[in-house]
C-alpha cells in the first residue's frame, strides 16, 4: 500500500502532465503491470512515481529539433525490454564509463592501474548504490517503495544536478518554465545516498 501523499502528489503531477499535453498518455498501470516491471528490472518505484504512472503512462512525445533520446519516456508497458534494462542501468553504466576514463572515488581505496581491473572493481562497488529509476531521458527519481517527494536528478555519470525538488517541480521546469540558472533560493535536499554526493 502506498502512502497518501505520495498517493496525491503523483496524482497531481499526473494531471499537470496531461494539461501541458506535450506528450502521448495511454491509460496507467495496474497492479499487475507494476509487478510485472518491478520483478524483472529489479526495483520498486517510489510511491509518487507510482501513483503518476498509476494515473497515466506517457509514452511519446513529438520530435524536437536538438532532442538526445528518441523515446525519453520509458514505456513500461510495451517497450523493449532490453532498452529498458539498458535505461534502468544507464546511472551506474555511465559512472562505470567514467571510471574507465579517469574517475575513481577515494572512498573506494586505491585505484588499480589497470582500467579493465579499476572499473571492475568500480562495479562491485555500486552493486549495493541505492537504485535510480527511470523518468525521462536521463531525470531519474530513486527507487523505494514507502518513499515519496524525492528530488529529480538529472543524471550522466559523475555529472549530476537537481532537476526538480520533487515530481510536481519537475514537470514545471521540464514542460513548462524552467527557472532561472542562479537561483539562490533553491536549495534541495538529495535524499538518496551515494548519488547525492555528486550533487
Avoid at 529539433?65 to 523515446?71: H, I, R
Avoid at 520509458?74 to 525490454?81: C, L
Avoid at 555511465?94 to 572515488?105: F, I, N, Q, S
Avoid at 532561472?180 to 555528486?198: I, K, L, N
Wanted: hydrophobic share 35%; proline share 8%.
Amino acid at each position: 500500500m502506498i502512502s497518501k501523499e505520495g498517493l496525491r502528489l503523483g496524482e497531481q503531477v499526473a494531471r499537470r502532465l496531461a494539461q501541458l499535453d506535450c506528450c502521448e498518455i495511454e491509460g496507467g498501470l495496474s497492479e499487475a503491470e507494476f509487478a510485472r516491471i518491478e520483478q524483472e528490472y529489479g526495483f520498486e518505484f517510489a510511491d509518487d512515481h507510482r501513483a503518476f504512472l498509476a494515473a497515466g503512462l506517457p509514452v511519446r512525445q513529438p520530435w524536437e529539433e536538438g532532442q538526445t533520446w528518441e523515446n525519453p519516456w520509458p514505456d513500461w508497458r510495451n517497450g523493449d525490454p532490453e532498452a529498458l534494462r539498458e535505461h534502468v542501468a544507464w546511472p551506474v553504466d555511465c559512472l562505470l564509463w567514467d571510471v574507465e576514463h579517469g574517475h575513481w572515488r577515494s572512498s573506494w581505496g586505491e585505484r588499480p592501474s589497470d582500467v579493465l581491473e579499476a572499473v571492475e572493481t568500480a562495479r562491485l562497488r555500486l552493486a549495493d548504490v541505492p537504485r535510480m529509476v527511470p523518468l525521462y531521458a536521463h531525470r531519474f527519481l530513486p527507487a523505494g517503495r514507502g518513499t515519496h517527494g524525492h528530488p529529480v536528478l538529472s543524471m550522466r555519470g559523475w555529472d549530476i544536478i537537481y532537476y526538480g525538488t520533487d515530481l510536481a517541480d519537475y514537470i514545471t521546469q521540464e514542460f513548462q518554465e524552467p527557472r532561472p540558472e542562479r537561483d539562490e533560493e533553491w536549495q534541495p535536499y538529495a535524499t538518496v545516498p551515494f548519488w547525492r554526493d555528486y550533487l
